[in-house]
Nanobody, 123 residues
Framework: QVQLVESGGGLVQAGGSLRLSCAAS????????MGWFRQAPGKEREFVAG???????KYADSVKGRFTISRDNAKNMVYLQMNSLKPEDTAVYFC?????????????????WGQGTQVTVSS
């Protein structure tokens, strides 16, 4: 079973940048789609970005052009570069993995959530 640990969150002013990291252990994730999700207070968890095993990327409309997902299969890591941050990006950010290898991004299939990392954007 895979374990995921997120890091890199923090407090940043609007317009600033953060880079989140997700370290996977327990199994190699190179053949699985990986994703980032977020959950703001009082709201449901939502999809932010995903990357397939073949490096095809998908983004939520709210973050397109500002966030970039990437993966380093040699290190079993996934990253989320967040630029031009807005107060509405404030949330706990989670990393997750698909349950089936070699597939496209299917949001409903993601699981194995990490503990999350808090991102707070001040105005």
């Amino acid at each position: 079973q895979v374990q995921l640990v997120e890091s890199g969150g923090g407090l940043v002013q609007a317009g600033g940048s953060l880079r989140l990291s997700c370290a996977a252990s327990g199994r190699t994730v190179s053949s699985y789609a990986m994703g980032w999700f977020r959950q703001a207070p009082g709201k449901e968890r939502e999809f932010v970005a995903g990357v397939t095993w073949s490096d095809i990327k998908k983004y939520a409309d709210s973050v397109k052009g500002r966030f970039t997902i990437s993966r380093d299969n040699a290190k079993n890591m996934v990253y989320l570069q967040m630029n031009s941050l807005k107060p509405e990006d404030t949330a706990v950010y989670f990393c997750a993995t698909d349950t089936r290898p070699w597939g496209p991004i299917v949001v409903a299939r993601f699981e194995s959530w990490g503990q999350g990392t808090q991102v707070t954007v001040s105005s």
